[in-house]
Structures are given as C-alpha cells and as structure tokens.
C-alpha cells in the first residue's frame, strides 16, 4: 500500500469504469438483476452486498492491515457483530472496567440475560492473571475512554493466543493513522466511525477489519444474518470523511498539545491525563462544584456527548458519556467527578486555548 495520506484521498476513486466517476458513485438500488439462472454480477440483495460499501468495507481492510473488512450501523452494531459473530452461549470475556460506557452497558445487558460472561480488569497485569484456557475472547479499548490509559497490544495479544483466546481492540480514539491493532497482534478492530474515521459529527457508522478466513467468514455470516449494514449514503459520507482523515489528525494532535500545555499551567486544574498522540484530552476540575458554571463559559467548544469531529466538544462523562456506569466502580480507575474530556478539533489551537483561559477566568 501507499503511504496512508495517499490511499485516504483516493479512497473510492476510479470505482466506476463505465463513467469514470472521480469519486465513488451511491448504490441505492437494494436488488440486483441476474444475468442468468445461477449468475451473479457479484451483488444480489444490498444487505449481503452493495457497491458503496464495498468501497468501504476495502477501505478499513487495507487501513487497518487486515484480510476482510465490514461497516455497520453504529460503532455499538460492530461491537456486537463481533461479540455475537465469534462467542457461543456461555462464553468467557475478559474485558477493561474503563470502557466506552455503551460498551459496558452492552457487556452488561448480555451478562444479565445469561448469554456470556465478563471479567472486569484494572491493569494489564490483571489481565494476565484473568487468562486461562475457559476465556475466548479479550476485549480492549487503548487509550481507554475518558482516562486515556494505554495497554500494549502486543504483550496482551501473545498472552491471549497462549490459552487460546481472540484479541479484539477498539480503535476508535486512535484511528489506523496513529494505531494499527491488527499489525500487534490483535485478531480485530472496532471502530465506532461516527467518530474521527467519518470526523464530522454527520454520520453514525461503525465498521470492523479482522485477521484470516474464520473469523471473516463468521462475521460475513453473522453480518448478513442480522443485518445491520451501513447504509449507502451513510457509507459515502464516511468514506467522504476518511479521505481527510490524516490532516485531521496531525491538527486535532497539534491543538490537544497546545492545549495540554496551557492546563498543565492551570492551577484551577488538579490533573491532565493525556498521551501525547491523537486529539482526546481528560482532565480532572479541582473544585467540581464549579464545572457548570466552567461548562456554561466556553464558547467554541460545545457542551455535548461525542468525539473527534473537526469541532471541538467538551463532555462531562459522570452525567454523559459513562452514566450507566455505578459510582463505586467509576471511582475505582479514577473516573470521578471532577473529571472532564475534552475532543479537541480542528480549529485554531489559540482560540481554543483562549477559550478555555477565559471559562476558567470566568470562575475564578
Ligand atoms: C462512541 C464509541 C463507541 C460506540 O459507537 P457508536 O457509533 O456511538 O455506536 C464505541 N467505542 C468507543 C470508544 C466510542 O467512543
């Protein structure tokens, strides 16, 4: 492949060999005629397949080194095609108790209803004491979501393989340009690409890349069993997105440096929790009883519950984001209620900085 900046911008192009279409054409059509008695053009019925999202579906393949690649409905749907598609009733996962908080109210839901079982880790060393051979899946997110810890996929994926176990990541803060799962190890990555993949907060997708022949083809089936594909003008739009996704990154990371600069001078502000890659930056409020006062101030950045589109958002995750999510076990990995995320976009990182100066004078 070419470098990732080159194959982003062409993504779709030249898909259209009768018109020459420079960019990839929408298929609404949902049927499509047979040549003959057992032919096929390739495409059928557009839940099996359709041409726009094939695009896209190669697309998160080849970004993410992987050999089949697959878009859904929400980021939640590539979550459970992946859960669903590869476990059997009464299966073993071995997750993190700092998850996307949908993603733990799924994990939940399916627990109660006694369909697979969950373990809970704090650390990677936890983890590691977790595997044995009854687990078939290891579930992770790195950096986590709000606390931006990060986990070594390769050491987790080589010790899952030992018992046994699939390695699933969700890429979705860190995106093929700065992450790619696959390459360390992990057997599948997840993305919720309503986030930075598709970048501007227009288009709820999710899509799914994986490793060799079984696990494709399980969650071929499963895909096209259920059926909660990506729909075609929401496939365009994401692969729209994907084609300036590199730009995006390199402002999103320039702009949360800038602004982790100027926090780490805060003294309104007791941490700042933030990796030094990718555009998502946590910080905890040293005095919480000020926070909607704080959130009423700024004025570029928005008060709202999403990530990694190309304005900024700022979330309150206690009350958003991770509200399913009980106190006592929130408090345990540090997600208190002091604590605030911040999506930096990719305006101007001055004003960003200059906007969160002036909220946080505003409280003083
Ligand atoms: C938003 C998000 C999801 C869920 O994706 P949707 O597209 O909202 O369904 C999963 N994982 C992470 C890390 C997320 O931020």
């Known amino acids: 492949m070419e470098h990732i900046e080159t194959y982003l911008a062409q993504l779709g192009n030249r898909s259209d060999q ?27 019925y557009s839940r099996t397949a359709n041409p726009t999202r094939n695009i896209l579906q190669e697309g998160i393949k080849n970004l993410e080194a992987g050999d089949y690649g697959f878009a859904t409905s929400s980021g939640m749907a590539a979550i459970q095609l992946v859960i669903e598609g590869l476990l059997e009733a009464g299966d073993h996962v071995v997750t993190l108790q700092d998850l996307y908080g949908g993603t733990y109210r799924y994990f ?26 009854d687990v078939k899946l290891v579930f992770i997110e790195t950096p986590t979501n709000p606390m931006m810890t990060e986990f070594d996929i390769q050491a987790i994926a080589d010790k899952a393989h030992a018992v046994g176990a699939l390695v699933v990541v969700d890429n979705t803060f860190y995106t093929p340009v700065l992450q790619q799962p696959l390459r360390q190890g992990a057997d599948v990555v997840v993305h919720s690409a309503t986030k930075y993949l598709a970048g501007h907060n227009d288009v709820l997708a999710g899509l799914v890349a994986c490793r060799g ?64 890659k990718g555009g998502m930056v946590t910080f905890e409020m040293a005095d919480q009883s000020k926070i909607n006062d704080w959130l009423h101030a700024v004025k570029i950045f928005t008060f709202a519950e999403s990530l990694g589109g190309v304005e900024s958002l700022v979330t309150y995750p206690k009350t958003q984001t991770h509200a399913d999510i009980p106190e006592e076990l929130r408090l345990k990995y540090g997600l208190n209620d002091g604590i605030v995320r911040l999506s930096v976009g990719i305006e101007n990182g001055q004003d960003l900085v200059k906007d969160l100066r002036n909220a946080f004078d505003h409280i003083r």
């Open 213 to 276: 022949e079984a696990i494709g083809e399980a969650l071929a089936f499963q895909l096209n069993t259920t059926g909660a594909t990506l729909g075609p003008i929401d496939c365009w739009l994401t692969i729209r997105g994907l084609k300036t996704l590199a730009l995006r990154m390199n402002q999103h990371q320039s702009n949360a440096q800038a602004i982790v600069d100027y926090l780490k001078t805060e003294s309104l502000v007791s941490q700042v929790f933030y990796t030094g």
């Open 108 to 133: 939940h839901a399916v627990e109660e209803r006694g369909q697979y079982r969950f373990t809970y880790c704090l650390s990677a060393e936890e983890i590691e004491q977790s595997l044995n051979d």
């Open 18 to 44: 009768r018109t020459g279409a420079v960019n990839t054409p929408i298929y609404l059509s949902t049927a499509y005629a047979h040549p003959g008695l057992g032919e096929s053009t390739g495409f059928d």
